[in-house]
């Protein structure tokens, strides 16, 4: 069956500190894959996705991910946390823009000063 | 580019009323809209995928007569919520697909309190 794991629930970092969330997933063709970030309150803003190339991904907000097939993982990257940073961040595989996404349970993050 | 709005953000209605939440795409076509339901500190569940001019495709377990989904144009879907009692009470959120793209762009979400 399809689905994504986000091992971490709730992760705190110091403001400046590097940051690396977990995501693995399971899909039997190959994944289109996403991470999306929900403050509070708000809808998901796309950071980041992974179609097929370069398996290091560049994304908006300084945020990058590196796609590991044989590690089934999608892990989210940033070398310097900011306050504005903490939010809800989730990890999404799907087999194209109009089939469906299966969402991870959501990693959130806060920021200590 | 590829903004999505909702309207209304937020909505409180009596129980037994039904309430539609529209869902837009303000800078391009979307021939795909989801429909998701979040209930708190949980993660975003499928409740339909909408496709212009056709009728919805519903996940396991949603009631399409309770949750009647309209995608009348390339630009706007809409979710009416029937009947609504306070189990109903969710965020929604829809997600539109650009025609010929693959990413999905959400939109601010809906609240729905039902008393």
Known sequence: ?????QPDIHITVSEGASLELRCNYSYGATPYLFWY???????????LKYFSGDTLVQGIKGFEA???RSQSSFNLRKPSVHWSDAAEYFCAVGSGGYNKLIFGAGTRLAVHP | ???VSQHPSWVICKSGTSV???CRSLDFQATTMFWYRQFPKQSLMLMATSNEGSKATYEQGVEKD????NHASLTLSTLTVTSA?????SFYICS???RGRETQYFGPGTRLLVL
């Open chain 1, 1 to 5: 069956a399809q689905s994504v794991t």
């Open chain 1, 37 to 47: 970030v929900q403050s509070p309150g708000q809808g998901l803003q796309l950071l």
């Open chain 1, 66 to 68: 590196e796609f590991k």
């Open chain 2, 1 to 3: 580019g590829a903004v």
């Open chain 2, 20 to 22: 539609k939440i529209e």
């Open chain 2, 66 to 69: 309770k949750f009647l989904i």
């Open chain 2, 85 to 89: 009692h306070p189990e109903d009470s």
């Open chain 2, 96 to 98: 539109a697909v650009e």
